[in-house]
């Protein structure tokens, strides 16, 4: 289970959805969009936080792990999710009080590609110094012991495994955007329908690809999929249209012919003129009687 808020998202404007996605399908497991402040939210307890708890709430007692950027990981979420049989692995943000005083030191006597490691209330903090002037703290509650990479990096295995199940959301929203259903509308509860169809689009191939074992790209299963929900709205069209047209014809006892006045541009019609008998349209009739302007002549 995956869930994210980075700010350099491709997308800066419109409503925000919270996600939590399967790492290896990319299967949406629960999301809700954000509408402002939650009644419901303490507040003492931060947004993050508050998210990550209701969307983890039909999955928890179950042993999972959930990977999360900066923006909700913190010591308070990693312990009650411990509590609720369910570790956590993210990156942790440089001004949070419960982090030693060396995240927040912009210089410091660290090596480039070592680490530092700390353990305290079931959870592990590794401090990993990708770059020069940089470095990535991450919290675990799920590795006891974390290993050195015998690579040139040497990278630690809490950054690992970061690095290889972060990406569940930001997927999912890179396919919502290339094959959208979005059209062009100020009506915000609109906008959130477009955007749970796009969501739903995206689940509905991943289960067609799971049950059947067919490889289907999405752009073909996505006009599969809308050729096969019109067609109960094209065949109640049709047979809208048959009926009309039988009520039409059962009212005028002749059929659909060219009007043979001449004062119309060719149309068609059901009508014969009282007088010569002839097909007129009702452009060349007079409003009471069916009288072609030639007879009232």
Same mark, same amino acid.
């Given at each position: 289970?995956?869930?994210?808020?980075?700010?350099?998202?491709?997308?800066?404007?419109?409503?925000?959805?919270?996600?939590?996605?399967?790492?290896?399908?990319?299967?949406?497991?629960?999301?809700?969009?954000?509408?402002?402040?939650?009644?419901?939210?303490?507040?003492?307890?931060?947004?993050?936080?508050?998210?990550?708890?209701?969307?983890?709430?039909?999955?928890?007692?179950?042993?999972?792990?959930?990977?999360?950027?900066?923006?909700?990981?913190?010591?308070?979420?990693?312990?009650?999710?411990?509590?609720?049989?369910?570790?956590?692995?993210?990156?942790?943000?440089?001004?949070?009080?419960?982090?030693?005083?060396?995240?927040?030191?912009?210089?410091?006597?660290?090596?480039?590609?070592?680490?530092?490691?700390?353990?305290?209330?079931?959870?592990?903090?590794?401090?990993?110094?990708?770059?020069?002037?940089? =470095?990535? @703290?991450?919290? !675990?509650? *799920?590795?006891?012991?974390?290993?050195?990479? #015998?690579?040139? +990096? %040497?990278?630690?295995?809490?950054?690992?495994?970061?690095?290889?199940?972060?990406?569940?959301?930001?997927?999912?929203?890179?396919?919502?955007?290339?094959?959208?259903?979005?059209?062009?509308?100020?009506?915000?509860?609109?906008?959130?329908?477009?955007?749970?169809?796009?969501?739903?689009?995206?689940?509905?191939?991943?289960?067609?690809?799971?049950?059947?074992?067919?490889?289907?790209?999405?752009?073909?299963?996505?006009?599969?999929?809308?050729?096969?929900?019109?067609?109960?709205?094209?065949?109640?069209?049709?047979?809208?249209?048959?009926?009309?047209?039988?009520?039409?014809? =059962?009212? @005028?006892?002749? !059929?659909? *012919?060219?009007?043979?006045?001449?004062?119309? #541009?060719?149309? +068609? %019609?059901?009508?014969?003129?009282?007088?010569?008998?002839?097909?007129?349209?009702?452009?060349?009739?007079?409003?009471?009687?069916?009288?072609?302007?030639?007879?009232?002549?």
């Amino acid at each position: 289970m995956n869930t994210s808020d980075a700010p350099g998202k491709p997308r800066k404007f419109g409503i925000k959805f919270w996600l939590a996605t399967d790492v290896e399908t990319k299967y949406i497991v629960n999301g809700f969009p954000y509408l402002g402040k939650n009644e419901t939210r303490a507040t003492s307890q931060p947004l993050g936080e508050f998210v990550v708890l209701k969307l983890i709430e039909p999955y928890s007692m179950k042993g999972r792990t959930i990977t999360t950027d900066n923006f909700f990981t913190s010591l308070s979420l990693a312990c009650k999710l411990l509590a609720k049989r369910t570790t956590l692995v993210g990156t942790i943000r440089g001004n949070k009080r419960e982090l030693p005083k060396i995240c927040k030191m912009k210089k410091d006597t660290m090596a480039r590609f070592s680490s530092l490691l700390y353990r305290s209330n079931e959870v592990t903090l590794t401090i990993y110094k990708s770059k020069p002037k940089k =470095k990535v @703290s991450i919290l !675990s509650s *799920k590795h006891k012991t974390v290993k050195i990479g #015998n690579s040139a +990096k %040497s990278l630690p295995e809490t950054v690992k495994f970061y690095n290889k199940t972060k990406f569940g959301v930001d997927i999912a929203d890179q396919m919502a955007k290339k094959y959208s259903v979005k059209s062009g509308s100020r009506r915000w509860p609109l906008q959130v329908f477009f955007n749970i169809l796009d969501l739903a689009g995206i689940n509905a191939w991943i289960l067609y690809k799971e049950t059947t074992g067919e490889q289907i790209s999405r752009k073909d299963f996505m006009f599969q999929l809308a050729d096969e929900l019109a067609v109960d709205n094209v065949k109640s069209r049709i047979e809208l249209r048959a009926a009309e047209f039988q009520s039409t014809s =059962k009212n @005028s006892p002749y !059929s659909r *012919k060219w009007c043979q006045i001449g004062y119309c #541009n060719n149309n +068609k %019609s059901t009508t014969i003129c009282n007088l010569c008998k002839k097909y007129v349209c009702g452009k060349c009739t007079q409003k009471k009687l069916y009288v072609c302007k030639k007879c009232d002549e």
